[in-house]
T-cell receptor, first 111, second 114 residues
Framework: DGGITQSPKYLFRKEGQNVTLSCEQNLNHDAMYWYRQDPGQGLRLIYY???????QKGDIAEGYSVSREKKESFPLTVTSAQKNPTAFYLC??????????FGDGTRLSIL | DAKTTQPPSMDCAEGRAANLPCNHSTISGNEYVYWYRQIHSQGPQYIIH???NNETNEMASLIITEDRKSSTLILPHATLRDTAVYYC???????????????FGKGTKLSVKP
């Protein structure tokens, strides 16, 4: 089945540690996105990529990094510089003029 | 992106039609109306989108007023699994630059009751 796979579903980070969230899609979508959702809030855009080897910062990129080496993959690294990383992280993908489709998210917590 | 206004919550009886309204009085001519829903602890699910004509797919129908200042999402036969938060979003087609951002507001919490 075609879709967007995020892993792991739950992730725990120690203070001062970098962690990487995986996002893979087999929909042949050109664009991929990372959002953050806090409890009771809407989504905020972290980074997005329109094509391979290119990406742009969203509204809250500080403390995060991404790479887009393959069309299918768009991993997000939450660095130790992100002071409030506890959140629900959502990955999405789309064709240029199509709607964004989302994965089931990764819930990150701090130990 | 234009702002949208939705009621915070609605109830619907199982098997009946659920009609979810959305106001977007400042929508621009090139902005589409998108609907997503989010079930607790899952990613948002795309439902439908449209520009000015009414749209229908296997999930729902979208009715957009002639002046495009409001729209209604219709779930024709609501089931318990349709209980979710429904988001109405207006944005331009495509993803270039700031258009990449989907701005989710508070949405409408739909509760389908037996």
């Amino acid at each position: 089945d075609g879709g967007i796979t995020q892993s792991p579903k739950y992730l725990f980070r120690k203070e001062g540690q970098n962690v990487t969230l995986s996002c893979e899609q087999n929909l042949n979508h050109d664009a991929m996105y990372w959002y953050r959702q806090d409890p009771g809030q809407g989504l905020r855009l972290i980074y997005y990529s329109q094509i391979v080897n290119d990406f742009q910062k969203g509204d809250i990129a500080e403390g995060y990094s991404v790479s887009r080496e393959k069309k299918e993959s768009f991993p997000l690294t939450v660095t130790s510089a992100q002071k409030n990383p506890t959140a629900f992280y959502l990955c999405a993908s789309s064709f240029p003029t199509g709607p964004q489709h989302f994965g089931d998210g990764t819930r990150l917590s701090i130990l | 992106d234009a702002k949208t206004t939705q009621p915070p919550s609605m109830d619907c009886a199982e098997g009946r039609a659920a009609n979810l309204p959305c106001n977007h009085s400042t929508i621009s001519g090139n902005e589409y109306v998108y609907w997503y829903r989010q079930i607790h602890s899952q990613g948002p699910q795309y439902i439908i989108h449209g520009l000015k004509n009414n749209e229908t797919n296997e999930m729902a129908s979208l009715i957009i007023t002639e002046d495009r200042k409001s729209s209604t999402l219709i779930l024709p036969h609501a089931t318990l699994r349709d209980t979710a938060v429904y988001y109405c979003i207006v944005r331009v087609l495509g993803y270039g630059g700031s258009q990449g951002n989907l701005i989710f507001g508070k949405g409408t919490k739909l509760s389908v009751k037996p």
